[in-house]
């Protein structure tokens, strides 16, 4: 299996290999929620993956010429990273510019001498922090379905690094009057009432989608930190649809703003103690959550 659609919001990604031996890992598929990861994509992450993807290209033409020292340097600098969150073993690191296989991992079997881990990276990890790292270690060692999580939410943020491009703030005309929600108009009034006015982003829904299926999964809402951009799925604007439930998602990722997001156990931690404990004071809080499980499958045939 491979990562198969970057592009699709609606699904979380696949981390796998299409070698028979590599073993595969599937983030599972995300429910209806009521946020994505906040996304940050930097330009030097960017420029970073571009100047290694040039490399690896390089190399590929020159038919087996020795990769540039940058890159020798990176595979390096990643391995002794991984390394060191790993109990026992060794690790070596590829890194590629493949858009469709983002992590493979080869494990030799146990109980046949010391562990020497083949790992091929997508070159957005390069640079990666040491909570990606030591999710990257348990991954590798363990398969361990937390750390799959964490990197499935690191590779849903760089999907245009993977692209070759930076997150540009949106050329697209904002659109907060929907068929049946008017968004400006609930975050106006959201903004007044609980965060007194102090909440500086824009506001939009989402891109309208083809031919109505069943979703496995939708994002009802997600928050751009880069951009200070709230979306909000197209699903939710349906006759349907209370105004008290669009008005708790665009609540939720109005809260993101307020809320940094933490290290914990060394994982991200996007919706901490404090961020729930402020989110349950939305006035229609339960009610909201009520009607979200007793229309869940509505929601997801969109």
């Known amino acids: 299996m491979r990562l198969t659609d970057l592009a699709d919001a609606d699904t979380g990604p696949v981390l796998a290999s299409l070698a028979p031996d590599v073993t595969p890992c599937i983030v599972p598929m995300r429910s209806a929620t009521p946020c994505s990861s906040p996304v940050?994509?930097?330009?030097?992450?960017?420029?970073?993956?571009?100047?290694?993807?040039?490399?690896?290209?390089?190399?590929?033409?020159g038919g087996g010429a020795s990769p540039s020292e940058e890159l020798v340097t990176a595979e390096a600098s990643l391995a002794r990273r991984i390394r060191a969150h790993l109990e026992r073993g060794k690790v070596r690191v590829t890194l590629t510019d493949n858009r469709y296989t983002m992590i493979s991992v080869r494990r030799p079997p146990r109980g046949h001498g010391p562990r020497t881990y083949d790992v091929r990276l997508h070159c957005m990890f390069a640079d990666a922090d040491p909570v990606i790292t030591r999710a990257l270690a348990r991954y590798i060692?363990?398969?361990d379905r937390d750390a799959s999580r964490v990197l499935g939410d690191f590779i849903d943020a760089n999907q245009d690094v993977v692209r070759g491009r930076a997150r540009r703030a949106p050329t697209q005309v904002i659109l907060t009057a929907g068929d049946h929600h008017d968004l400006r108009e609930i975050f106006d009034e959201l903004n007044?009432?609980?965060?007194?006015?102090?909440?500086?982003?824009?506001?939009?829904?989402?891109?309208?989608?083809?031919?109505?299926?069943?979703?496995?999964?939708?994002?009802?809402?997600?928050?751009?930190?880069?951009?200070?951009?709230?979306?909000?799925?197209?699903?939710?604007?349906?006759?349907?649809?209370?105004?008290?439930?669009?008005?708790?998602?665009?609540?939720?990722?109005?809260?993101?703003?307020?809320?940094?997001?933490?290290?914990?156990?060394?994982?991200?931690?996007?919706?901490?103690?404090?961020?729930?404990a402020d989110e349950a004071r939305f006035e229609h809080y339960l009610e909201a959550r009520a009607w979200e499980r007793a229309n869940l499958d509505a929601l997801l045939t969109y």
């Open 40 to 61: 940050t994509v930097t330009a030097d992450a960017v420029a970073q993956v571009t100047r290694l993807t040039e490399a690896l290209r390089k190399a590929r033409k």
């Open 141 to 143: 060692a363990d398969n």
């Open 192 to 276: 007044a009432r609980y965060f007194g006015g102090t909440i500086d982003a824009a506001i939009t829904w989402g891109a309208r989608p083809g031919k109505p299926r069943r979703r496995h999964s939708i994002k009802m809402g997600s928050y751009s930190v880069e951009e200070r951009l709230i979306r909000l799925h197209r699903s939710l604007d349906r006759a349907f649809v209370p105004r008290f439930f669009v008005a708790w998602i665009v609540f939720h990722e109005m809260l993101h703003q307020v809320h940094d997001i933490k290290v914990k156990n060394g994982r991200r931690e996007f919706h901490s103690r404090a961020f729930l």
